[in-house]
Nanobody
């Protein structure tokens, strides 16, 4: 399974971006438990931003609640992260993560996409 993120870039504070994460490869043999977005700022640990379970339950970090929305398009094997009202502190590399439960638990990561919010 390969995950490819896109949609990052440079935006002014208050602006919006939509990140995409497309799964390809052996996706038809996997059983997706959840898909998540993480981010990692320079000098900081990777943190969970948003998650979306197989059943459609979404959860968000307190820092992004009300501003970010995670969604998916099952037909395209793609998960999205709509980010509104962006703040400079949202600047980080954003990573997509897929939890596969087809044979035990396996986790796949994308390569990351840079989001930079200028003040």
């Amino acid at each position: 399974v390969q995950l490819v993120e896109s949609g990052g870039g440079l935006v002014q504070a208050g602006g919006s971006l939509r990140l995409s994460c497309a799964a390809s490869g052996s996706s038809f043999r996997i059983r997706i438990n959840a898909m998540r977005w993480y981010r990692q700022a320079p000098g900081s640990q990777r943190e969970l931003v948003a998650s979306l379970t197989r059943g459609g339950l979404a959860n968000y970090a307190d820092s992004v609640k009300g501003r970010f929305t995670i969604s998916r398009d099952n037909a395209k094997n793609t998960v999205y992260l709509q980010m509104n009202s962006l703040k400079p502190e949202d600047t980080a590399i954003y990573y997509c993560n897929l939890e596969d439960a087809s044979d035990g638990l396996h986790y796949y990561w994308g390569q990351g996409t840079q989001v930079t919010v200028s003040s």
